[in-house]
């Protein structure tokens, strides 16, 4: 089964930054798409970006586009989530999921346990 392992989460003021951090098998690393998502409180569980197993293709939300950047690190079997300029709103618990496919088409089957990110005003 496919294991995933987030962190960096923590509580950080507005208008500042936090690195989550994805730790995956080389294998899963190398095959799956990753995705990072996230649920506050009350709320669906939203999208919030996505890289292919190349690497090639990146995607993100709207909400977050221009202050995030998902990335991979090859020798630490590592997807990551640079999340600047952070605002109240961001607030969730920040999960990442494989996606077998390789190019981020939805179906994620896999996912780690959390994250949580907090933004104080």
């Known amino acids: 089964e496919v294991q995933l392992k987030e962190s960096g989460g923590g509580l950080v003021q507005a208008g500042g930054s936090l690195r989550l951090s994805c730790l995956a098998s080389?294998?899963?690393?190398?095959?799956?798409?990753i995705g990072w998502f996230r649920q506050a409180p009350g709320k669906e569980r939203e999208g919030v970006s996505c890289i292919w197993s190349s690497g090639g293709n990146t995607h993100y939300a709207d909400s977050v586009k221009g202050r995030f950047t998902i990335s991979k690190d090859s020798a630490k079997n590592t997807v990551y989530l640079q999340m600047n300029v952070l605002k109240p709103e961001d607030t969730a618990v920040y999960f990442c999921?494989?996606?077998?496919?390789?190019?981020?088409?939805?179906?994620?089957?896999?996912w780690g346990q959390g994250t949580q990110v907090t933004v104080s005003s």
């Open positions: 999921a494989a996606d077998y496919s390789g190019t981020c088409d939805g179906g994620y089957d896999f």
């Open positions: 080389r294998s899963t690393f190398e095959t799956y798409a």
